[in-house]
């Protein structure tokens, strides 16, 4: 139980077009999902905390109109990456927490591999 | 505001010897703490977690950890190593309030050497 999918697994895409990432928890209900952000050779930093029903939560540093974060169903969020350019190439990474674990345990998607020609 | 140090950015271990990672936290309170693992190009993988208790956790692929208070550490450790477990391994601590992100350590590079 408790696994996350990242829809596509890997995208490449023009400069100035938008491309959106899904993820999904496809056993468990998740209220809360997070989006990261790694580049290679890095660890992962938040990009933004997505609640289900509510606005997302954006980390000091990151464009909320760029990074467009929807988060309509308890199985679902996406993020859109905007107007894309090359420096936006990078693995995103989603994470999901189950609403009936009271443990604050988090589940990974495989991520999706970014790049932006 | 809380952080996790992981002081060794590569190592390298003989196939069958033993392996400690470090991972060390700041933070006021007892932090709920975790080791991930990632191989290139996947997502991550949990292998063990510490939230209280006993403060020796037992993970997946023969992988343990210790949960050092006084030493704010939690290093993860196996007794034999295997090829397969090359990889990034990330320790991460949350806070403890519901629906908090991850903090992760800026990772430790596994080779294993046959």
């Known amino acids: 139980g408790a696994v996350v999918s990242q829809h596509p697994s890997w995208v490449i895409c023009k400069s100035g077009t938008s491309v959106k990432i899904e993820c999904r928890s496809l056993d468990f209900q998740a209220t809360t999902m997070f989006w990261y952000r790694q580049f290679p050779k890095q660890s992962l930093m938040l990009m933004a905390t997505s609640n289900e029903g509510s606005k997302a939560t954006y980390e000091q540093g990151v464009e909320k109109d760029k990074f467009l974060i929807n988060h309509a169903s308890l199985t679902l969020s996406t993020l859109t990456v905007t107007s894309a350019h090359p420096e936006d190439s990078s693995f995103y990474i989603c994470?999901?927490?189950?609403?009936?674990?009271?443990?604050?345990?988090?589940?990974f998607g495989p991520g999706t591999r970014l790049l932006v020609l | 505001a809380q952080s996790v140090t992981q002081p060794d950015i590569h190592i390298t271990v003989s196939e069958g010897a033993s392996l400690e990672l470090r991972c060390n936290y700041s933070?006021?309170?007892?932090?709920?703490l975790f080791w991930y693992v990632q191989s290139p190009g996947q997502g991550l993988q949990l292998l063990l977690k510490?939230?209280?208790?006993?403060?020796l956790v037992q993970g997946i692929k023969g992988f343990e950890a210790e949960f050092k208070r006084s030493q704010s550490s939690f290093n993860l450790r196996k007794p034999s190593v295997h090829w397969s477990d090359a990889a990034e391994y990330f320790c991460?601590?949350?806070?403890?309030?519901?629906?908090?992100?991850?903090?992760f350590g800026k990772g430790t590079t596994l080779s294993v050497s046959s």
């Open positions: 994470s999901a927490r189950n609403a009936r674990d009271n443990q604050e345990t988090q589940y």
């Open positions: 510490y939230f209280s208790g006993d403060t």
């Open positions: 933070y006021g309170a007892t932090p709920y």
């Open positions: 991460a601590v949350v806070h403890n309030q519901a629906g908090t992100a991850l903090i």
